[in-house]
C-alpha cells in the first residue's frame, strides 16, 4: 500500500511563523504566550480552510511546550509536544461538535474536564464546528465555559459565528480569520512544489490560487490533483485544463478581438472556448473579471488591487494601456448584464454572442467620431446633468448648459415638415436627415468630446444649441408653432414602437390616439386606469422624445366617453359585467353563487 500523504497534511504548519496568511492572529497569540497572558476561553472563526483548526493545535501544543522557542512557538521536540504529534497526549483533546452536540455529550466533557491534565499543565479542548451544538448542549456549557479549572483552556472553532448564542460569544476572546490572499497562496505553493520538485510556472499556481477561493487547504487538494494530471509538470494550459478553468490567454485574445472590432474572429474564439467544454456562464464570469483586471492596472492608484503574479501584471498592464477607462467601464457593465442574464436566456450561445458582437461594436463606436447615437446621445451629459431652457425668439432654441461643457448644433432637416399630410407620412416613415461637421475637442469630466455642428434645411426653422451658464434651470416647452407640431407628428411612431418592444401594447395603443397642437402632445385614452399608467411613464417618454428630436414638448391625457374608447372593457370587474351582460349563463351563474369583484 502506498505511503503516500496528502499536501494539505504533509504541508500543515506546526508553528505559528509556516502558518499562511493569518499574521494577525499567529503574531497576537505568540504575544499572549511570552507574556503568559493565557485566557480560558478562545473563538477561531473564519472560512473553511484558511488555518483555524491548524493554529488552536499550534497554541495547545505552544502552552504545554516545556522547552518553548522564545518567539512562543512549540519546539516540537519535548515530551509534550512528541505525544500530541503520535497522537497520545492526556493533556490536550479534540472535540467534534457536529456528531458529538447533545446535552449528553456536553455533561460527558464537562465531567472530563474535574480531570487535572496528565503531562502537562494545561487540559486544552478544541471543540470543532461548535456551531453545530444544540442550544440545550449550549446553555449547559455555560457555566463551565465561564468558570473553568485554572488548567482548562478551551478553543471553539465555527466557520458560521451567527449560529453562536450570544452569551457564549461574550465568554470568549474572539479571533477572526481571513481569506487566504492569491500572491500568499501562489508563495506557499510555490515552496511545496519546489520541495515535491515538481516543475512548475506563476501563471499555473495562480490559476490554482484562484479556484480555491481563499481556503489553502482547497489550494493544496487542486495542487495535488493538478500535479497527478500533469505528471510534474505545470503549465498554464494544462493546469487550466485539469482545472476546468479558461487560462488567462482566451481573455487576452477576446479583448485584443474586440480592440479591432473582429466580430468573426470574436465569434470563431467562442466556438473554439466551447469546444473545448467550457460554457458561456463560465466565459463571461471570467471576461468581467478580466475587464475588472484592466481598469485597476490602468492607474496606479490601484495597482495593488491587481492580485496576480509579476509576469501576469505585465500583461495586464500593456493590454490595459491600449483601451480607454470609458470604453472598458461600458464594457464591464456590457458583460456583467450579460453575465447576470445568462441562466435565464432561451437561446445560451446566442446570448453570449450577442455579447461578444456589442463589445467589438464598442470600440468601434468609440473611435468614430461621426457616430451620432454615440458620442452626441450618449456622450452628451444627462438631462439631471444638463441646465437651460429653450427661448422662442425667431423660432430659436437657445439651452443653457453647465459652463464646462461648449459646443454648437444646428439642427435642420432637408425634408419640409411643415407640407400636407401626405409629406408628414413620408417624414415619420424618413426621419429628417442631419448632415453632421465636426468642429473642436472640449473636455467633459475629464473626458475628451468633440464639438458637432449639423447642417441642412428645415423651411426656415432651425434648432440652435449653446451654452454659458453654470446654473441648474429647468427646459421650457420648444416654440408653439405648426413646425413644432409636425416634427413631433412625424417621430411620434418611434416612441410607440419603443412600448410596443417592451411589451407594453396596451401603452403603445393608447399613444396612437394621439393630437399635435403647436409644442403640446395630447393622448386621448379610454379610462382612468390607462391615463394613470401614461402618467406614470410620461417622464420616460419625453424624455425618449427628446432624444429623438432634441426639442422639449408637453403631455397632456384627457378621457373621453367615446363609445370607440369605452367598448372594450379594461379592468377586471368591467369585464365581468361584460360577460354577465351578454352571457345569460354566465349571469344566472354569478346570481347563484353571489359572485362579484
Known sequence: ????????????????????????????????????????????????????????????????????????????????????????????????????????????????????????????????????????????????????????????????????????????????????????????????????????????????????????????????RVVSYTQGNLTAASTAEATGALDYDSFFKTMDLAASADYHGLLNHFDHILSMGFDGGQFLGGLSEHIRNLLVAKSESTASLLDVSGSLREKY?????????????????????????????????????????????????????????????????????????????????????SSDYQTNLTVESNQNVAGSAQSDNKAGQNPPVLNLQKTETTKVSGKSIPNFSFTGNMTASSYHLSSNSSQIEEYVLAPDTDQTASLVRSNWHFIIEYFDNLGKIRIGAALSHAEFIGNHVIVTVANKAIEQEILDLKSDILEKLFKIISIRVALETRVTDDAVFVSKPVSDSQRLAAMMEHNAAVRDLCNELKLRL
Open 317 to 401: 498592464t500593456a493590454q490595459a494601456s491600449s483601451f480607454e477607462e470609458g470604453y472598458l467601464l461600458n464594457a464591464l457593465q456590457l458583460i456583467s448584464t450579460a453575465d447576470s442574464g445568462y441562466r435565464t436566456s432561451v437561446n445560451q450561445r446566442l446570448h453570449v454572442e450577442l455579447a461578444l458582437m456589442k463589445l467589438g461594436g464598442l470600440k468601434k463606436k468609440d473611435s468614430d467620431p461621426y457616430s451620432i447615437e454615440w458620442q452626441v446621445l450618449l456622450s452628451l451629459p444627462s438631462s439631471s446633468e444638463i441646465s437651460g431652457h429653450f427661448s422662442p425668439q425667431s423660432s430659436t432654441v437657445s439651452p443653457k448648459v
Open 1 to 224: 500500500m502506498s505511503d503516500f500523504v496528502v499536501s494539505a497534511r504533509k504541508y500543515r504548519p506546526a508553528v505559528f511563523s509556516s502558518v499562511v496568511g493569518q499574521g494577525h492572529i499567529t503574531s497576537t497569540l505568540q504575544s499572549s504566550i511570552k507574556r503568559g497572558q493565557i485566557a480560558h476561553a478562545y473563538l477561531f472563526t473564519g472560512p473553511r480552510g484558511v488555518g483555524k483548526t491548524t493554529c488552536a493545535r499550534i497554541f495547545a501544543k505552544a502552552v504545554n511546550c516545556t522547552n518553548r522557542l522564545e518567539n512562543g512557538d512549540p519546539c516540537g521536540l519535548c515530551e509534550s509536544c512528541q505525544s500530541f504529534d503520535q497522537g497520545r497526549s492526556w493533556s490536550i483533546h479534540e472535540l467534534d461538535a457536529a456528531s458529538n452536540n447533545s446535552v449528553e455529550n456536553i455533561r460527558e466533557l464537562i465531567d472530563k474536564v474535574q480531570t487535572p491534565p496528565q503531562g502537562g499543565k494545561y487540559s486544552v479542548y478544541i471543540i470543532d464546528e461548535v456551531h453545530m451544538l444544540s442550544t440545550a448542549a449550549f446553555n449547559a456549557f455555560l457555566k463551565t465555559l465561564e468558570e473553568p479549572p485554572a488548567y482548562a483552556i478551551f478553543i471553539l472553532a465555527t466557520t458560521e459565528k451567527h449560529k453562536i448564542l450570544p452569551t457564549i460569544l461574550s465568554r470568549c476572546q474572539s479571533y477572526d480569520f481571513r481569506r487566504i490572499t492569491i500572491t500568499d497562496m501562489v508563495q506557499y505553493l510555490r515552496h511545496i512544489a519546489e520541495e515535491e520538485n515538481v516543475s512548475s510556472d506563476d501563471e499555473s499556481l495562480h490559476i490554482i490560487a484562484s479556484k480555491a477561493d481563499g481556503a489553502m487547504r482547497d489550494a493544496l487538494s487542486i495542487f495535488d
